[in-house]
């Protein structure tokens, strides 16, 4: 019979054939008290070397019963057990042969004494400061554990942070651990040479053909003599790639020995090299889609890089649909050094939804800054201003046809804290805007405000539970408000198992916009596989002249997900209360 052991933790059997068979063996570790992620690298380093057993004669097999004792005691030291005992012992039963670990670790290593020494320029006085911080900062302190990966990067990160300013030339003269495996203690020693203080030579760029220099010299500026600063480097190189005249950008020092320029106070000067991959002059890219809110769709998109040979970029674009037809051409300027994005243009929108014919041409500018939080944090944000003059023309069956002069002034606020921007399984989004107009003819002003709140919750390994809200208001509204001003709801993306923009104001047989509007909506989806699921809904809302006179119109439906590389495609069966009817709803998208 096989022996058992009361501390038996981990048993991993990897063929049921009998050895005489070919089979590899079944390992079972006892752990003896290490803690999990030691045991995971233990068992990560055995299973490596079992899986070569198979099909080998005895000699081999010895041999590889002894690589497996050996990677046991590889493991425990890399966690910090350096005087652990560990014991292979070989049985046999009618499965085949088998395998036990029986390991001791003993007591865990720990940092005694740490000793960082730095020679070189970052020992003058100027640098004092800076030096105390980079020894503060040194991630390891006495007493703590002694981990190999632990140590092998904070051996990099002190390293780093004496390069990336001034120090280019930065390196080690010397690293060591001491371990002390009968005291469990280890002696770190880390020597740094500095080097010279490098300082920024001339700019050099390489690959530009059509994008100017100009725009390379926005971005990288700086005054040749200053000092080197990676920080600098990399957010140069960050915002040359934000700019989209190009595939790749890349800005390092040169370091070419014969472009090395030693000053007389004995720093060195590199030149700053840039080099750059423009994207294509021209690209053209075209949608057709299918959906059950528009039916089927086309969308074409021109775009064109460096226009009369300046730093910018246009855009020209069509989009069709049975209830929308649009036409537009944008010109947009290089972000700014803050990352803000400035663009202007001209539109024409045409539409015919729910008895409400519209028809715009207008001309607009907007100012646009995507950012990330500081640190490592996943929180984005996205703050849009716009001013829009346009030109409405309404018609509404049986009443006279509205044309209305306006300009219109924009706000919107989004943060975003998710685990997947296209298909979130966590996280939360809020989404605040406020607008202001006036009629350019009479002088009518109209203001409006929104916000949007959705969060959601993981549940267990697959699920998601998902709350959405949205909450708006106009004020000062009148029947010469621009028609998008007003709200109107229902839909696949609002209230399902309603016809799209169907929920509003009645004005004869047309639903219009209405000056307050409310939804919202709970959603849990359960996930089979990785790809596809199911889900089951609520929605209510409604689009009214005021929040008290709301009568909620409610929907609710089972769905089916299928995730993809685009993001999720949905599949609703909706019904809807106050209509008393069922609906499909679906998208379907295919770029070219």
């Given at each position: 019979?096989?022996?058992?052991?009361?501390?038996?933790?981990?048993?991993m059997?990897?063929?049921?054939?009998?050895?005489?068979?070919?089979?590899?063996?079944?390992?079972?570790?006892?752990?003896?008290?290490?803690?999990?992620?030691?045991?995971?690298?233990?068992?990560?380093?055995?299973?490596?070397?079992?899986?070569l057993?198979?099909?080998?004669?005895?000699?081999?097999?010895?041999?590889l019963?002894?690589?497996?004792?050996?990677?046991?005691?590889?493991?425990?030291?890399?966690?910090?057990?350096f005087d652990?005992?560990?014991?292979?012992?070989?049985?046999?039963?009618?499965?085949?042969?088998?395998?036990?670990?029986?390991?001791?670790p003993?007591?865990?290593?720990?940092?005694?004494?740490i000793?960082l020494?730095?020679?070189?320029?970052?020992?003058?006085?100027?640098?004092?400061?800076?030096?105390?911080?980079?020894?503060a900062?040194?991630?390891?302190?006495k007493?703590d554990?002694?981990?190999?990966?632990?140590?092998?990067?904070a051996?990099?990160?002190?390293?780093?942070?004496?390069?990336r300013?001034?120090?280019?030339?930065?390196r080690?003269v010397?690293t060591?651990?001491?371990?002390?495996a009968?005291?469990s203690?280890?002696?770190?020693?880390?020597?740094?040479?500095?080097?010279?203080?490098?300082?920024?030579?001339?700019?050099?760029?390489?690959?530009?053909?059509?994008?100017?220099?100009s725009?390379?010299?926005?971005y990288?500026?700086?005054t040749?003599?200053?000092?080197?600063?990676?920080?600098?480097?990399?957010?140069?190189?960050?915002?040359?790639?934000?700019?989209t005249?190009?595939?790749?950008a890349?800005?390092?020092?040169d370091?070419?020995?014969?472009?090395k320029?030693?000053?007389?106070?004995?720093?060195?000067?590199?030149?700053?090299?840039?080099?750059?991959?423009?994207?294509?002059a021209?690209q053209?890219?075209?949608?057709?889609?299918?959906?059950?809110?528009?039916?089927?769709?086309a969308?074409?998109?021109?775009?064109?890089?460096?226009?009369?040979?300046?730093?910018?970029?246009?855009?020209?674009?069509?989009?069709v649909?049975?209830?929308?037809?649009r036409?537009?051409?944008?010109?947009?300027?290089?972000?700014?050094?803050?990352?803000?994005?400035?663009?202007?243009?001209?539109?024409?929108d045409?539409s015919?939804?729910?008895?409400?014919?519209?028809?715009?041409?207008?001309?607009?500018?907007?100012?646009?800054q995507?950012r990330?939080?500081?640190?490592?944090?996943?929180?984005?944000?996205?703050?849009?201003?716009?001013?829009?003059?346009?030109?409405?023309?309404?018609?509404?069956?049986?009443?006279?046809?509205r044309?209305?002069?306006?300009a219109?002034?924009?706000?919107q606020?989004l943060?975003?804290?998710v685990?997947?921007k296209?298909?979130?399984?966590?996280?939360?989004?809020?989404?605040f805007?406020?607008?202001?107009?006036?009629?350019?003819?009479?002088?009518?002003?109209?203001?409006?405000?929104?916000?949007?709140?959705?969060?959601w919750?993981?549940?267990?390994?697959?699920?998601?539970?998902?709350?959405?809200?949205?909450?708006?208001?106009?004020?000062?509204?009148?029947?010469r408000?621009?028609?998008?001003?007003?709200?109107?709801?229902?839909?696949?993306?609002?209230?399902?198992?309603?016809?799209?923009?169907?929920?509003?104001?009645?004005?004869?047989?047309?639903?219009?916009?209405?000056p307050?509007?409310?939804v919202?909506?709970?959603?849990?989806?359960?996930?089979?596989?990785?790809?596809?699921?199911?889900?089951?809904f609520?929605?209510?809302?409604d689009?009214?002249s005021?929040?008290?006179?709301?009568?909620?119109?409610?929907g609710y439906?089972l769905g089916?997900?299928?995730?993809?590389?685009?993001?999720?495609?949905?599949l609703?069966?909706?019904?809807?209360?106050?209509?008393k009817?069922?609906r499909l709803?679906?998208?379907?998208?295919?770029?070219?």
């Amino acid at each position: 019979m096989r022996k058992s052991g009361f501390c038996l933790l981990f048993s991993m059997v990897l063929s049921p054939a009998v050895w005489a068979q070919s089979s590899v063996p079944e390992v079972i570790i006892d752990p003896g008290g290490v803690p999990p992620q030691a045991l995971k690298e233990i068992q990560r380093a055995v299973s490596a070397i079992t899986r070569l057993a198979e099909d080998q004669d005895l000699g081999e097999v010895t041999r590889l019963r002894r690589r497996a004792h050996d990677a046991t005691v590889s493991a425990l030291q890399t966690q910090g057990y350096f005087d652990s005992v560990v014991t292979l012992e070989v049985g046999e039963d009618p499965d085949g042969e088998y395998w036990d670990i029986i390991i001791r670790p003993g007591e865990i290593t720990r940092v005694r004494d740490i000793d960082l020494d730095f020679k070189g320029k970052i020992q003058e006085p100027e640098y004092k400061v800076r030096l105390e911080g980079i020894k503060a900062s040194f991630p390891l302190k006495k007493e703590d554990p002694f981990l190999n990966s632990v140590w092998s990067s904070a051996k990099a990160d002190l390293l780093e942070s004496v390069q990336r300013q001034d120090f280019y030339y930065a390196r080690y003269v010397d690293t060591r651990a001491t371990v002390l495996a009968d005291e469990s203690v280890a002696d770190l020693s880390l020597k740094v040479d500095s080097g010279p203080r490098v300082r920024m030579g001339p700019l050099e760029t390489t690959g530009l053909k059509r994008v100017p220099q100009s725009l390379v010299d926005r971005y990288v500026h700086y005054t040749p003599g200053d000092p080197y600063d990676q920080d600098k480097l990399d957010e140069w190189q960050q915002s040359l790639a934000a700019t989209t005249f190009f595939r790749g950008a890349f800005v390092t020092l040169d370091q070419d020995a014969s472009q090395k320029k030693e000053l007389p106070d004995g720093d060195v000067e590199l030149p700053v090299r840039v080099r750059v991959t423009e994207a294509p002059a021209r690209q053209f890219t075209g949608s057709l889609g299918f959906d059950s809110d528009h039916g089927v769709r086309a969308e074409a998109l021109y775009r064109k890089n460096i226009v009369f040979g300046l730093p910018i970029w246009s855009e020209a674009g069509i989009g069709v649909d049975k209830k929308r037809q649009r036409a537009f051409y944008d010109i947009h300027l290089p972000p700014t050094l803050s990352g803000y994005k400035n663009s202007f243009g001209v539109l024409y929108d045409r539409s015919d939804i729910e008895g409400l014919d519209t028809e715009r041409a207008a001309l607009g500018w907007k100012l646009r800054q995507e950012r990330q939080a500081a640190g490592n944090s996943r929180v984005e944000y996205e703050t849009e201003w716009g001013l829009l003059g346009a030109w409405d023309k309404t018609k509404i069956s049986g009443l006279p046809t509205r044309e209305t002069p306006s300009a219109i002034a924009t706000w919107q606020w989004l943060r975003r804290d998710v685990d997947k921007k296209y298909d979130p399984r966590e996280g939360n989004l809020i989404d605040f805007g406020v607008g202001a107009g006036v009629t350019v003819d009479k002088g009518e002003t109209f203001y409006r405000s929104n916000l949007r709140l959705q969060q959601w919750w993981p549940i267990g390994d697959r699920d998601v539970l998902s709350l959405r809200g949205e909450v708006g208001k106009v004020w000062r509204m009148t029947d010469r408000t621009p028609p998008d001003f007003g709200y109107r709801t229902g839909g696949a993306r609002s209230i399902r198992g309603y016809k799209y923009q169907s929920i509003g104001l009645r004005a004869n047989d047309a639903v219009v916009g209405a000056p307050a509007m409310a939804v919202a909506s709970v959603e849990y989806t359960h996930f089979f596989t990785s790809m596809y699921g199911m889900r089951a809904f609520v929605d209510v809302g409604d689009a009214a002249s005021s929040f008290g006179d709301m009568d909620l119109a409610w929907g609710y439906g089972l769905g089916a997900v299928v995730r993809t590389p685009a993001g999720p495609f949905n599949l609703d069966l909706a019904y809807g209360q106050r209509d008393k009817r069922v609906r499909l709803s679906f998208s379907l998208g295919i770029a070219f």
